[in-house]
């Protein structure tokens, strides 16, 4: 078997080249409801705008923003605290404008004509509600506006608000200004005066009772004391510890004035290193007497006599030695005590001035902090006094209210761009919707971009089939009708000698398919093989439509055997294919439905039959049965050469026909691509124009239908 065309294969290489045209088929197919669906939006979204009363909003422009003193100073610290509070501030205005009493002062204000408008119950509710308040945030801008159908009534509104706006804020900043001066002078800065008062009683009390000590002065003093015995003590202390522990090592050579002498710590006394000097010439004299005098000689007992006198005086400087260790010892310890009690001395006397240093900042800060506090509620009273017939200086009318030239309301550019947006998306809802409940194969560019499958052949729809067996082309069929057949015929021809030249045997067998029934496969399977007769070759139809057979209509006779004899053994297919009425195609087929079809298609004698009909004739063509109710069909079109595929335009679905396709590349068919049929060329592709009516009634749960049978 040679290789299979898979229609899925053009996606698979390339998705977006498959995507646009079927997108433009799609277009093509559906124009008529998209453009329905987008001009009735837009016409209602049109019709909505045209119909709209025309609004005209004139607007003010404010510029508000904090309250701040107008001589503040680099460190005002009140500066920062109005900046932080600006939303609140902006906040407010934008409530102060829409609130029910600038709401009613306004409506008292305006003319006669237009107060009449707002004259009823609710009128200043519907005022109020009506003020459109524009913010410009991270800016000072507020715009003020008033929809209207009038363009000078509502710039003559507009600027009737601003102004009762800004003289009701003026009126309480007066207010306040004049509230705030008589306060400050009154209470606080009263208050603040005391304040500085008993800040000065104290910190004077404060230094009468100290003398006018400079504390800081006499506390650095303190310190460098402090420090300077610090240092001392601990030399003092250190060489207490040496003296210490020099004493304790050497009390153990007190006792005896011969090993004494040897300690290192000795042999700084010059007496003590004459004394030992004595002492090793003594002893060296009596190691040589020794040798020749014996102990009790005079000499011997004047010599231990001598050494002995020299080591007590050995002992004695020892002695002399350790008691000025412990003299000096005791003056350490001593001057390490009067250190220790002046040390603590000074660092009480450190600790009572720094309290009193704190204390005395403590006074001069709280006295320079109510100078200061004071100062800066004199500033402010004076400018309280200064500006307190001033108005509100946080609201400026950048632009008053002019009558505007164009509406502001209904935008109808921006409705009309809208309704175009709104329309697209409705024509391509409108266009999935449709292409869901509808996807029927309309065209010969349908079955390649969505199927994808080569169309082989378009058949117009044929008018010219013989009454006595509605299957074949007649006497009265028409020159397209004949040529669709003979288009069919070469390529068909043309690829079974590819087949031939390709593998090692002859390709002669194709499978004629079709999704469902009804789409005519049996009318294309006979009318092909006539073709192929037609050029002199013996042509075998093949009747593989076990279930429904409809190919015994052209028997030229009744009597023999037929294809369910050939299956079950008790006759050979030469003996049971018979001559049609189409000279040079004989057929074979079942007289009945049977229900074992799949069983007997997958059977060896099916098998064998094909393989004697491969030998005898020179093309055979398998009429199966539809691929997506009948499960033997595949089987048949696996023991086939080659396979092609029938759909019937405006009645054949893309997804029933990608389903049958898939099947049959599932069981290694080779597809030679596909035939429309009942094409009609006035929905683009390629065929002959004439068209035909059948109808195919097929005995799986369909109703048979009876008008214009083809199939």
Not at 180 to 187: D, K, M, N, Q
Not at 219 to 243: E, M, Q
Request: aromatic share 6%; with cysteine.
């Amino acid at each position: 078997m040679s290789a299979t065309h898979d229609p899925q294969s053009s996606e698979t290489a390339d998705p977006a080249s498959s995507a646009l045209p079927r997108l433009v088929l799609v277009l093509r197919r559906r124009w008529k409801i998209a453009s329905l669906a987008f001009v009735a939006t837009l016409g209602s979204v049109a019709a909505w705008t045209f119909t709209q009363p025309r609004l005209y909003r004139a607007q003010a422009v404010l510029e508000i923003r904090p309250e701040r003193s107008t001589v503040a100073t680099l460190g005002d610290p009140t500066q920062f605290a109005d900046t932080a509070l600006w939303e609140s501030y902006y906040r407010t205005q934008e409530n102060i404008l829409v609130s029910p009493g600038i709401a009613e002062a306004s409506v008292a204000a305006l003319p006669p004509a237009l107060k009449d408008r707002f004259a009823g119950p609710g009128g200043t509710g519907e005022f109020a509600r009506t003020v459109d308040l524009e913010q410009v945030r991270a800016s000072f801008i507020l715009k003020v506006g008033f929809p209207d159908v009038d363009p000078e009534a509502s710039a003559q509104i507009v600027n009737t608000l601003v102004n009762v706006y800004i003289d009701g804020a003026n009126r309480r900043m007066r207010e306040l200004k004049s509230t705030a001066a008589e306060t400050l002078s009154r209470e606080t800065l009263p208050d603040i005066r005391q304040k500085i008062t008993e800040a000065e009683a104290g910190l004077q009390e404060f230094q009468q009772q100290s003398g006018f000590v400079d504390f800081e002065e006499r506390y650095s003093s303190y310190l460098a004391g402090w420090k300077k015995v610090s240092d001392r003590l601990t030399d003092v202390r250190l060489a207490r510890i040496r003296l210490s522990a020099e004493l304790a090592a050497l009390s153990a050579y007190g006792s005896d004035g011969a090993t004494g002498m040897f300690h290192p710590s000795f042999h700084k006394t010059r007496a003590l290193e004459q004394l030992g000097e004595e002492r090793a010439r003594i002893a060296e004299v009596i190691a040589v007497e020794a040798h020749r005098l014996k102990d009790a000689h005079p000499r011997m007992v004047g010599l231990r006599a001598e050494l002995t006198a020299t080591e007590s005086k050995i002992h004695e400087a020892i002695q002399g030695s350790l008691t000025a260790l412990q003299t000096d010892l005791n003056s350490a310890q001593a001057e390490e005590l009067s250190l220790t009690d002046e040390e603590t001395r000074l660092g009480s006397k450190m600790a009572e001035t720094a309290s009193a240093l704190n204390r005395s900042r403590r006074l001069t800060s709280e006295l320079t902090a109510a100078k200061d506090l004071y100062s800066a509620y004199l500033k402010r009273q004076g400018e309280q006094s200064a500006t307190v017939g001033t108005g509100l200086q946080s609201v400026r009318v950048l632009d008053w209210a002019k009558s505007p030239p164009t509406p502001w309301k209904p935008n109808t550019r921006q409705n009309l761009l809208i309704g175009a947006l709104l329309g697209l998306a409705m024509a391509a809802g409108a266009t999935a919707a449709a292409e869901q409940l509808d996807n029927r194969i309309l065209s010969v560019e349908e079955v390649k971009a969505f199927v994808g499958l080569d169309v082989l052949a378009a058949v117009p729809r044929l008018t010219g089939l013989d009454p006595a067996n509605g299957i074949l082309l007649g006497e009265g069929a028409t020159i397209p009708e004949l040529e669709a057949f003979r288009a069919l015929r070469a390529q068909v021809v043309t690829h079974l000698e590819r087949l031939t030249s390709s593998t090692t045997g002859r390709a002669c067998i194709l499978a004629v398919l079709s999704p469902l029934p009804g789409e005519g496969k049996t009318t294309v399977a006979a009318n092909l093989a006539r073709a192929l007769a037609l050029e002199g070759r013996r042509v075998l139809l093949f009747d593989a439509d076990l279930r429904r057979p409809r190919l015994h209509a052209l028997h030229k006779t009744a009597d023999g055997p037929g294809l369910d004899e050939v299956l079950a053994g008790t006759a050979d297919i030469r003996a049971a294919a018979r001559p049609s009425v189409v000279p040079g195609v004989d057929i074979v087929g079942v007289r009945s439905g049977t229900s074992s079809a799949a069983e007997l298609a997958s059977s060896p004698r099916c098998a064998e039959a094909l393989r004697t009909a491969r030998e005898e004739w020179d093309i055979v063509i398998l009429d199966s049965a539809p691929v997506i109710l009948a499960s033997e069909s595949a089987l048949v079109a696996r023991r086939a050469d080659a396979a092609v595929l029938v759909f019937r335009e405006g009645q054949t679905g893309r997804h029933a026909a990608r389903a049958a396709a898939e099947a049959l590349i599932a069981m290694d068919v080779h597809l030679l691509g596909a035939v429309l049929n009942c094409s009609n060329p006035k929905r683009g592709g390629y065929g002959y124009g004439y068209g035909y009516g059948y109808g195919y009634g097929y005995g799986y749960g369909r109703a048979e239908r009876s008008t214009e049978k083809q199939a």
